[in-house]
């Protein structure tokens, strides 16, 4: 499915032709459908729905009613859009789990790093009391160019949108909003908070100048944009000097993850937060994980079809 309709057919869709026609026509249909979304995707036999359509973070549409209607109907949902769990949570997981489904986001965080689960992880048999990362890979783009070329911050933004990082309109990467958003979702994903983005102190990088860049490297510092939640500080997203050594202090279009936990101390993930390839990734490793759950249930059934709504990139 995608903006111009959908292909169903209960034998299987022949995937090389509808990609295909994708790429000579835009359209995976031939046709226009006039019929919402959400009805196809409750109406339609399928146990998935990959939801993966752009992200709205001021209503979550169409990504929050596709997802209605598929726990309505009882589907399991993957999902890479950040939009209806930074402003719907709980209620999401609340209908998942009134259904008997499940609900897996692991690419709406870190894209291909699987960040989410990492920190999972990190929190089993230990207590998590603070996390601290990059999140957005447009912003630490920017900074790294500013920092190793010189360059002022619009010319290193120009650069970002050439290299296909920052969108056309780039104030959600580069005003903080979009890593706020990725702040939210990993804090209530991990218990260390049930908040939104009100919640949230936000500036981003657009005020930073190239002094004030430079001025950090001399020192043997760098300026990254930062996200951190802990009981003491709360949840927020500021440009922060970080030392030179320290994990987090990395180049390029990639995030970096500390979780600190009480008894075993820090823990840090470094990989690539943006790219259609590495969401890719992401969304079939939770398609994995359901496929796994589901297997693991009684009376399972053997074989099962997905349903996917598809968007434009992933930052």
């Known amino acids: 499915m995608d903006r111009s309709g959908w292909l169903i057919d209960e034998h299987g ?10 790429k000579e026509t835009g359209r995976v249909s031939p046709r226009v459908h006039d019929a919402p979304s959400a009805a196809v995707i409750r109406d339609i036999e399928a146990e998935v729905l990959i939801e993966a359509t752009p992200t709205d973070f001021k209503t979550g549409e169409p990504g929050f009613s596709h997802m209605k209607a598929a726990f309505e109907s009882r589907k399991h949902v993957v999902t890479c859009n950040k939009g209806p769990l930074a402003l719907a949570y709980y209620a999401l997981h609340e209908l998942a789990r009134h259904n008997g489904v499940q609900l897996r986001f692991s690419g709406a965080v870190g894209g291909g790093t699987p960040v989410l689960d990492f920190g999972k992880t990190c929190s089993t048999g230990d207590r998590l009391i603070g996390i601290r990362g990059i999140l957005n890979g447009t912003c630490n783009y920017i900074l790294t160019r500013m920092e190793g070329e010189g360059v002022a911050f619009e ?13 056309a309109d780039p104030s959600l990467d580069v005003d903080g909003f979009d890593t706020a958003v990725k702040l939210v979702i990993t804090a209530n994903h991990l218990k260390l908070s049930k908040a939104g983005i009100k919640d949230v102190k936000i500036r ?17 510092k760098a ?21 030179r050594e320290h994990p987090l202090c990395i180049s390029g279009a990639n995030n970096a993850v500390e979780f600190d936990c009480e008894y075993s101390g ?27 759950k589901i297997d693991g249930q009684p009376g399972s059934r053997p074989a099962w079809r997905a349903a996917g709504a598809v968007g434009g990139p992933a930052r």
Do not use: C, N
């Not at 869709?13 to 994708?22: Q, W």
């Not at 010319?155 to 969108?167: F, I, N, P, R, V």
């Open 13 to 22: 869709i022949d995937l090389r032709k509808a990609l295909k026609a994708k």
């Open 155 to 167: 010319a290193a933004l120009a650069g970002a949108q050439k290299e296909g990082y920052a969108e």
């Open 204 to 220: 981003g990088i657009r005020g930073i100048s190239s002094k004030e860049v430079t001025k950090a490297r001399r020192e043997g």
């Open 266 to 292: 820090p823990k840090v993930i470094i990989g690539k937060g943006a790219g259609g390839p590495e969401t890719a990734s992401s969304l079939l490793r939770d398609l994995l994980e359901v496929r796994a």
């Open 223 to 243: 300026v990254r944009l930062i996200a951190s939640a802990s009981a003491e500080s709360g949840l927020v997203v500021a440009p922060t000097i970080v030392e």
